[in-house]
């Protein structure tokens, strides 16, 4: 029988994060294995345009993934395409389960399988999910071409993608629950000089309407005054935010209220050999430049902890001899 492969680093997401740390651990030589459940790239894919990754002006969101990937790959990173459904920390080697019924054992892994939209959760926004509801504009935009669009949130995020719909809509509703926009000065001031774009301040929808075809308008409440009306649009764009994915995260890793992993410096959580990088992790920005210096450092540092550790185990074998 096949002996079983022992990994030196299982890195469990495959975007920014995830991809740069495999381009790490092969260039320090280390006997790695990347898994991502869906295509490799992550939330990144789903970003209209990238316009501040250092050295690349403008590119789309799938483009600068592919690059990311492709890149991993020449290094000849393996990668497996399945779903992790449980990570187990061991004294000598942590194991991570996948759908597939594979155990993967390894001697470190690097969280970084980032976030997912955050949700409404208003009335008929998940019945009406792929109906006139979306959270990504490079995905559906196309669909709402010269009809009426309404974008929830005041992020970077939510302005990126009204600038980008006011391209392809009739008519773009910015819906913003507070009178002061999160997202970067210079996505605001693209936003205000959009005619295409209507901004509504203090406002925030308590539920979208829909008929048999579809959304049909958003029901709103002015957070001020308490007003209430219905606003008829074709389709809502909600860009609220975004969770942590830290279901897998195993007991005993640190983390904040939030979810989101602790670390120390060199990016290794509580348990010792489990590092995280990107999104999951508690960072002060959500950046996709910041998640590949994060995947770099956990690689550097799995790469010094599985070195370590492999030297100690020589050391303790002589001893014993
Ligand atoms: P975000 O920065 O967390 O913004 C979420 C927005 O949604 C906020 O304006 C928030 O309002 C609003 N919001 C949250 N819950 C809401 C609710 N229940 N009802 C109504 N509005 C609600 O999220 P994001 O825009 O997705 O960005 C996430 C991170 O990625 C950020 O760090 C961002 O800078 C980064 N990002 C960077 C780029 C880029 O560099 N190209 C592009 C996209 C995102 P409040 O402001 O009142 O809290």
Redesign the pocket.
């Known amino acids: 029988m096949a002996q079983k492969k022992t990994y030196d680093v299982v890195i469990i997401g495959g975007g920014p994060a995830g991809l740069a740390a495999g381009i790490y651990v092969k260039r320090a030589a280390l006997e790695a294995v990347l898994v991502e459940k869906g295509v490799p790239g992550g939330q990144v894919c789903i ?1 209209k ?4 990754y250092p050295g690349i002006m403008d590119i789309s969101g799938f483009d600068l993934s592919d690059k990311f990937f492709q890149h991993a790959k020449s290094y000849e990173l393996e990668t497996i395409q399945d779903e992790v459904t449980a990570i187990e920390p061991g004294a000598e080697l942590h194991s991570v389960r996948l759908a597939g019924g594979e155990v993967i054992e390894a001697h470190s892994i690097i969280l970084a399988a980032g976030g997912t ?2 949700k ?2 208003v009335p008929g926004e998940i019945e009406n999910f792929g109906r006139g509801v979306s959270y990504c504009a490079t995905c559906d935009g196309f669909f709402f071409r010269q009809k009426v669009v309404c974008v ?9 993608d009204a600038l980008y719909l006011a391209k392809i809509a009739k008519h773009v509703y910015l ?4 009178d002061e ?4 000065k210079i996505l605001q001031q693209r936003i205000f000089a959009e005619p295409a774009v209507e901004i509504i301040l203090n406002t ?2 308590t539920s979208i309407l829909a008929d048999e075809s579809g959304v049909r308008a958003v029901a709103l409440k002015n957070t001020r005054t308490g007003d209430q009306r219905e606003l008829p649009v074709d389709g809502a764009f909600i ?4 969770s942590p994915n830290s279901g897998l995260v195993p007991a005993g890793v640190a983390m904040n209220d939030a979810g989101y992993v602790l670390t120390d410096d060199k990016l290794e959580t509580s348990i010792p050999g489990i590092f995280c990088a990107g ?1 999951l992790r508690q960072n002060f ?4 430049v910041i998640a590949t210096s994060e995947g770099c450092i956990a690689a550097l540092a799995a790469a010094r902890y599985v070195e370590t550790k492999k030297a100690h185990g020589k050391l303790a074998a002589l001893v014993s001899k």
């Not at 929830?152 to 990126?160: C, F, K, P, R, S």
């Not at 926009?181 to 970067?184: H, I, L, V």
């Open positions: 970003t345009g990238v316009e501040n939209a955050r409404l959760n929830i949130g005041g992020g970077d995020t939510a302005l990126e819906i913003h629950r507070r926009f999160r997202g970067s925030v929808p860009f609220v935010g975004f999104d920005a959500k950046q996709i």
